[in-house]
């Protein structure tokens, strides 16, 4: 008798004396033993539990090594490991594997509270390869796949239950994210029958990081077909299923909604009294633009015209202010029989407020410079007011210029707090002589003025020319109720107030040095 033997080293001895004694006596083989040993290999087959099957369908989409990566826990090679390291190994593997597998497996290769992972292991393999082949070189080898048990089609049947939600949320990602499915097959689908295998379907599946394993599993269940003696996947079919829903619109709910309609604005700007071609002159001549550049890109043969799509693209290309009405008015004017809109008798039109059409016929005529009227409409826009309200407001700016003069406050360094503008894609800070609303009655009521909130919004009504209520012009109020307006502004502009020109006697007017008296006397 030999030396006691732990578990594992027992386990992998009674192992191997069971192998031994079902090895034959002779090494020659017959045809009988040939068939006797294909009869037993494909009755191992059909004995697989569940369990086992349900880890051959996942070897067959991701063929990984089991033996190596259990192997690693099993330092003696007793073929056996621990339930825990079993568990762990198959996670490694990505073996999708319930609870419920999991313990049938247990029980069924459990070897003195542990796991015989080598018998797992090999009937496992048996998708791949037949154990013990070189002894039986006649034996016929099915293809890989061939032994595994496929899914009942009552088991696909109930599976379908859940399959209008899973369906539902792969519509959604396909709609949201532009993707085409049957696109995305199309490599693995050279003859375009609108069928892969499983294999190639989960390689180019492009949603498997957003859609569980039970359910991608779930379509791949219900898409199945043989087609050939081969399992494939009708991804053609899905990608119908899945585009029918991406139009699907679902009833319409009730919401509680308001009645409530507010009344229109009465307020009449400064602004409508201009035409269309007058603010686009105010706004290209205020920031210089050439629109005929613009034009003549999407006009490759100059013929002065392009489509409606194309004003659009150039209006929001150089940021041009149009409204839907004067974009209509644009159309109507500008357009031809056929759509198209004459975009050179637009850009003549706008051109002609600060240049003349065919100077260079003309050399001698004289081009007028701009003056700030001609881009006012692009920069202000003020509320028309009625002759009750400019005496109202007049009053209102009597009385605060009158508590000015008498606390010499500055008004304009009070505002400027609030105004710390920046200039896009830069740090560098810009004042724009605004302020909101809300921080004109702050600064007022900060300083003591008794101001009510109706004679602010009268305020408001005169030096808002943004064209809207929201924003005051905070440096022509304080010019208006500050009593020495011109020094208050220059003060704050860094401007020196003019002085007395005097003789100068460092250098005369013509830019020499003035010698010293002291070097003259010398």
């Known amino acids: 008798q030999g030396p006691q033997l732990s578990c594992p080293q027992a386990c992998c001895r009674n192992h191997f004396m069971a192998a031994e004694q079902k090895r034959p006596n002779s090494s020659g083989s017959s045809s009988t033993s040939a068939d006797s040993s294909s009869s037993s290999a494909s009755s191992d087959v059909l004995k697989v539990s569940p369990s086992v099957v349900a880890i051959q369908r ?9 033996r190596e990566i259990l192997g690693d826990f099993d330092k003696l090679r007793s073929g056996c490991c621990t339930v825990a390291q079993f568990r762990r190994g198959l996670d490694l593997g990505r073996m999708q594997v319930t609870e419920d597998q ?9 070897v003195h509270d542990r796991v015989d992972y080598s018998r797992f292991v090999q009937q496992v393999e048996q998708v791949f390869l037949v154990q013990g082949l070189e002894k039986t070189p006649r034996q016929l080898v099915p293809s890989p796949g061939a032994t595994v048990k496929r899914a009942s089609r009552s088991a696909r049947h109930v599976e379908n239950s859940t399959l209008h939600g899973i ?3 792969v519509a959604m990602y396909a709609k949201t994210r532009g993707v085409v499915l049957k696109y995305c097959f199309n490599s693995f689908d050279q003859n375009n029958c609108g069928l892969v295998t499983e294999a190639q379907f989960r390689r180019a599946f492009p949603f498997d990081a957003l859609v569980p394993e039970h359910d991608l599993q779930t379509i791949v269940d219900h898409y199945f077909e043989v087609r050939d003696g081969i399992d494939m996947v009708n991804y053609r079919a899905l990608h119908d299923d899945v585009d029918q829903r991406q139009h699907w619109n679902p009833v319409k709910q009730h919401f ?18 201009y035409s269309v071609e007058q603010k686009l002159q105010a706004q290209v001549a205020e920031r210089r633009i050439r629109l005929m550049e613009y034009f003549q890109d999407f006009d490759p043969l100059r013929k002065g015209h392009c489509t409606v799509g194309q004003l659009r693209t150039v209006c929001n290309i150089v940021r041009l202010k149009l409204s839907e009405e004067e974009l209509e008015h644009i159309l109507r004017t500008y357009s031809r029989v056929d759509g198209l809109i004459c975009y050179d008798a637009l850009v003549a039109v706008i051109d002609s407020a600060f240049t ?3 100077l260079e016929k003309t050399p001698r005529a004289r081009v007028l410079p701009m003056v700030p009227d001609l881009t006012y409409p692009a920069r202000r826009a003020h509320l028309k007011l009625t002759v009750e309200d400019d005496l109202m407001i007049d ?5 605060l210029r009158d508590r000015i003069e008498t606390r010499r406050i500055e008004p304009l360094q009070l505002f400027q707090d609030f105004d710390r503008g920046h200039v896009p894609g830069t740090k560098k800070a810009v ?3 605004h302020c909101t609303r809300q921080q004109f009655a702050r600064v007022l009521s900060a300083q003591g003025f008794e101001v009510t909130t109706a004679e602010i919004e009268m305020l408001c009504k005169r030096y808002c020319d943004l064209g809207n209520l929201d924003r005051v012009n905070y440096r022509e109020f304080s010019a208006a109720v500050d009593v020495r307006p011109e020094l208050r502004i220059a003060r704050t502009q860094d401007i020196a107030t003019p002085r007395e020109a005097g003789k100068n006697k460092y250098f005369t007017r013509n830019g020499q040095i003035i010698p010293s008296p002291r070097w003259q006397t010398a």
């Open 58 to 66: 996942g070897l067959l989409t991701n063929p990984v090594r089991l």
């Open 102 to 110: 999991f313990g049938e497996l247990v029980r069924e290769f459990a």
């Open 167 to 169: 369906l539902h949320r």
């Open 256 to 273: 509680a909604t308001s009645t409530f309609v507010p009344n229109p604005s009465q307020s009449q700007w400064t602004s409508e009294n």
């Open 356 to 358: 003349l059409p065919a």
């Open 395 to 399: 009053a209102v700016e009597a009385v």
């Open 431 to 433: 004042q724009e002589n």
